[in-house]
């Protein structure tokens, strides 16, 4: 398959049941789960712009790809516009899993006096005065 398996067409006037089939068909082919959120996506603003009920909209899988799989930039990127698909502990878990905290440590510990001396300062000091 190529990297956009449906039209804009396709995915803003299919049944709702026909692209469920489709999408969840697309993603076992190719295991693509960067195209596969993005659709799921779109399905998310096809619920906010439509009259047929795409909420929550095949919530297994997008439970499934940001729990089982890689997590990748697509994921991230559109990580909080699935916020209702999960229940609080598993959102604070799927968000510890997509933005792990960073490794090592750069406070300043401590501050050292230069041993450089500065010239010109004391000079612009006393003109100023």
């Known amino acids: 398959m190529t990297d ?5 067409y396709q995915v803003f006037h299919s049944k709702a049941k026909t692209l469920r089939e489709q999408i969840t068909a697309y993603y076992q082919e ?13 399905m998310r603003i096809r619920n906010q712009l439509g009259e047929q009920d795409f909420e929550l909209f095949l919530k297994d899988l997008v439970r499934h790809l940001f729990s089982k799989t890689t997590v990748n930039r697509a994921l991230r990127r559109y990580f909080y516009f699935f916020s209702e698909y999960f229940e609080e502990t598993e959102w604070a878990m799927m ?25 010109g300062t004391e000079s612009y000091l006393s003109e100023s005065s």
Do not use: K, M
């Open 95 to 119: 968000t510890a899993r997509c933005f792990p905290p960073a490794y090592g440590s750069t406070d300043l510990t401590e501050v050292t006096e230069a041993t450089v001396p500065v010239t």
């Open 30 to 42: 190719t295991q693509n789960s960067s195209v596969t959120i993005q659709l799921l996506l779109a």
């Open 4 to 8: 956009l398996p449906f039209t804009q």
